[in-house]
């Protein structure tokens, strides 16, 4: 038998959680704990776990985040660092977890899912809302166009400028999530092990990451903030150079809408894998909301470092 509750800040037990994530996730243990840990759950998740004889056997994080859609302001929730032990599974325990979860919070989203977890969500009673589409390109001099120097800044992430670029960017979206000057700080600039990288170019702004060890000589395009949409393949362009310069041979960036994703093709980017967006709320509360969404890299956990 396994219990079922949600740990607080007061009633979290590390030494429980530490042993859970060393079983869970023993090539990428460090990666998880204890700095990542405390970035992602000290302060903006909380976690629903299962546990059988005093010690912890399931996981699903709720990442709280606040959400415009259609011109109003929501908080939402990604489940996050969904995991149980492998001689618990097939038990129900995800499941359970996740309807635990529901009861918590209003709204659950859920991607960068296996199939398998996916048709778990669709059981459970979740609704597919949308999809995100990763991309993916060689790179090399010949693919990069070029941008006058003097024009670019190249930086570690500045909050500021990123929140009043996305802002721009994203008024027309009718689903993204809120990038805030706090949260920019604490997505770009404090996440431990990832080293964004902020490229400007005027108001515009590109944000990039190399991959973890897990995918060497791969960089991101996380996310490409631009009010003007005809100047955004060369944005791109130089979000390729820069990676390319870094010690990236190959890129990934992603696309939500068939817009951006016909465009991407147009560019010569390869679909790579296609993540689906499911909720447990009814697919009808959001109407037409993720035809325009904004769903990148930096939303959810998609962007930890072992990528």
């Known amino acids: 038998m396994y219990s079922i509750s949600l740990l607080t800040r007061e009633s979290d037990k590390n030494e429980l959680i530490k042993t859970f994530l060393q079983q869970a996730y023993p090539g990428r243990f460090a990666f998880k704990f ?17 546990s059988a004889d005093g010690a912890i056997i399931g996981h699903q994080g709720l990442l709280r985040t606040d959400i415009a859609m259609n011109g109003n302001s929501c908080v939402f929730h990604w489940a996050i660092d969904n995991f149980v032990l492998a001689h618990f599974r097939n038990m129900g325990v995800s499941s359970e977890v996740h309807r635990f979860s529901g009861k918590q919070c209003f709204g659950i989203l859920s991607t960068w899912m296996s199939a398998k977890n996916v048709d778990l969500k669709l059981k459970t009673g979740d609704y597919l809302v949308g999809e995100l589409k990763i991309y993916e390109q060689s790179v090399s001099v010949s693919s990069c166009h070029s941008i006058r120097s003097d024009e670019i800044k190249i930086s570690v992430p500045d909050p500021s400028t990123i929140a009043e670029s ?12 809120k990038r805030t000057e706090s949260y920019c700080k604490w997505r770009y600039a404090a ?4 080293e964004y990288w902020q490229i400007s170019v ?12 897990k995918r060497f000589g791969t960089g991101l ?13 060369e944005l791109r362009s130089l979000g390729m150079r820069y990676l390319f310069g870094a ?26 894998s296609v993540y689906p967006i499911t909720t447990n709320l009814p697919a009808g509360f959001f109407g037409k ?15 930890q470092f072992p990528w």
Not at 35 to 46: D, I, K, T
Not at 166 to 177: E, I
Not at 221 to 233: H, N, Q, W
Request: glycine share 6%; with cysteine.
């Open 202 to 213: 005027g108001p515009d702004v590109v944000l990039v990451r190399k991959c973890g060890y």
């Open 34 to 50: 204890p700095e990542r840990w405390e970035w992602l759950y000290g302060r903006h998740a909380v976690s629903v776990v299962a």
């Open 166 to 177: 996305a802002f721009r960017a994203l008024r027309d979206r009718t689903f993204y999530v």
């Open 289 to 303: 909301a993720f035809e325009n969404a904004y769903i990148s890299f930096s939303d959810s956990d998609m962007d």
């Open 221 to 233: 395009i996380t996310d490409i903030f631009c009010e003007d949409k005809s100047k955004i393949a």
């Open 247 to 272: 010690g990236c041979t190959t890129v990934r960036t992603s696309g939500t809408t068939e817009l951006e994703c016909l465009q991407l093709e147009a560019e010569g980017w390869r679909p790579r």
């Open 191 to 194: 996440q431990p092990f990832a």
